[in-house]
């Protein structure tokens, strides 16, 4: 099973199934505080989907800087 580290890797070399790893790993306690902040279940889940949509868009635009910095070794 991967980490969140390598699905994060994988979803920014282009394997979109990797983020569904993410959102498996994160979705639960992403939920629980949403609900505790506004103790209201369809806004907690509006705010789960809205974060992970964030979270898409945001990783898709990074890069890994040990794999495209010049010298370093890259991970695995």
Known sequence: MMDAEEAVRRLIGGDDEAFDHIVRHWERRI?????????????????????FLSAFRSIKGL?????SR???????
């Open 63 to 67: 890069h890994d800087p040990a794999i």
């Open 31 to 51: 939920y629980n505080l949403a609900w505790r902040m506004v103790g209201n279940r369809e806004d907690a889940q509006d705010i789960v989907q809205e974060t």
């Open 70 to 76: 010049p010298g370093s070794i890259g991970l695995p």
